[in-house]
């Protein structure tokens, strides 16, 4: 099944460094269509996703049966009473088609980079939006996503996520041994569920312990 929604190239480019209205030149942005187009056909876009019972102590947090430490997550799970941890993935095509490229073109190679991460953000945008959606008609309100290695919430908390949703077996994903996860372009994330909206609606970049060196990040702020 290819991706259920066009890749959105003007984040692309802004993960190649040239802002949402990067300047290319007429090859390029046929370049750039050209590699959205492929990517989008021969992605396979899967996802898994578990509700669990939560309870927030401090910087504590126990997500059924696994405690975590997180001075940020403790934040943005502040009055939920439950959360959904969920895994998504685009699949191999988009490093395979950076593997074959790299070989020709190293411009290729970063289109298709960019357009990878730009597509599984679109696509866990697309199932946040999901839950949200199904939540609220229960009368719960879905807090912004969390990924382990955002803020202070440790990378190796992806070993509890794997365990958790049992991730390999349902999504085709793998964790090495460094933490990151086969194939590139798949998410982790929780999803906080409380009684009362609140008012953030987006991530804060100054949190990110990739901040000042993520060119997205200087974009947004």
Known sequence: MPLIRDIPTKEALRYLGMGRNGDLNPDSLAL?????????????????????????????????????????????LKCCSKAVLIAVTIGPACDRLVKRAQIKSNLEAAMYQALGAAAVEDYIDFINEEIAADYAKQGLYARPRYSPGYGDLALSHQKDWFRMLDITKNTGITL????????????????????????????DCSECTMSKTCFASSERN
């Not at 187009?37 to 939560?54: G, H, M, N």
């Not at 999803?191 to 609140?198: F, H, K, V, Y």
Request: hydrophobic share 40%.
């Open 32 to 76: 750039l269509n050209t590699c959205a187009a492929r990517l989008a056909k021969e992605s396979t876009p899967k996802y898994v996703s578990a509700e669990f019972d939560i309870d927030v102590d401090g910087d504590k947090i126990l997500i059924g049966d696994t405690l975590i430490r997180s001075k940020g997550l403790a934040r943005n």
């Open 176 to 203: 090495l041994d460094s933490l990151l996860m086969v194939p590139t372009k798949s998410v982790t994330a929780v999803i906080g569920l409380a009684s009362e909206p609140t008012k953030q609606t987006k991530h």
